[in-house]
């Protein structure tokens, strides 16, 4: 509920920007409240909404893949996204901080799509998705991840947004050994 009003608070101050994206300001109160954990970012990009669209994906398709064409053919390069349906079975994967990789895992049984959700942008020119999933099986128990192809979708409802403004990339982080969305610089 706190996070909530002091969003409004500074989504005031910043959402009038009709020219491209805005930056968050990084005053003194920001960065004290970022301290406390409040913000997780040290700076938010702001875009226009392009699209906003349905799409009913392919029996049989890759759920990733299906996913990343929808866009590419639209040349939607920024955006975001749900998913709700079923698989068939899944690939997914947890990222381990320590060795920085990927552990992927795969799950050979039908399972609803409780969640998939994820955004668009891009890693040296070409279109990314990254998305992660939380599957739910006939005991009612829940498994999920960083969604990787080799997900076979059985029915799957996708409502997806199209952004425009600044390109939005990702780069390699030492730090993380992910690509991130790049900062033109760190405040901090
Ligand atoms: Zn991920």
Avoid at 62 to 72: C, G, R, V, Y
Avoid at 111 to 122: D, K, P, R
Wanted: contains cysteine; proline residues 3%; charged residues 20%.
């Amino acid at each position: 509920m706190e996070k909530r009003t002091l969003f409004c608070y500074y989504s005031s101050q910043l959402v009038p920007s009709s020219s491209g994206p805005g930056r968050w300001p990084l005053t003194p109160e920001t960065r004290v409240r970022s301290s406390l954990g409040l913000f997780s970012n040290n700076i938010m990009w702001f875009y226009k909404l392009n699209q906003m669209f349905f799409e009913r994906l392919q029996h049989d398709a890759d759920l990733l893949l299906a996913i990343e064409n929808i866009f590419k053919q639209h040349d939607m390069r920024m955006g975001c996204f749900a998913v709700i349906g079923a698989v068939k079975g899944a690939h997914i994967a947890f990222y381990n901080q320590e060795e920085k990789q990927y552990i992927d895992t795969m799950i050979d049984k039908p399972a609803e799509i409780l969640s998939c959700i994820g955004n668009v942008s891009e890693i040296e020119g070409k279109i990314s998705v990254h998305a992660h999933i939380k599957l739910g099986y006939e005991d009612s128990s829940a498994r999920g991840g960083h969604l990787l192809e080799g997900t076979v979708i059985f029915a799957a409802e996708l409502f997806g947004v199209a952004l425009e403004g600044e390109q939005l990339q990702r780069t390699f982080d030492e730090v993380t050994g992910l690509n991130l969305w790049a900062f033109e610089k760190n405040p901090y």
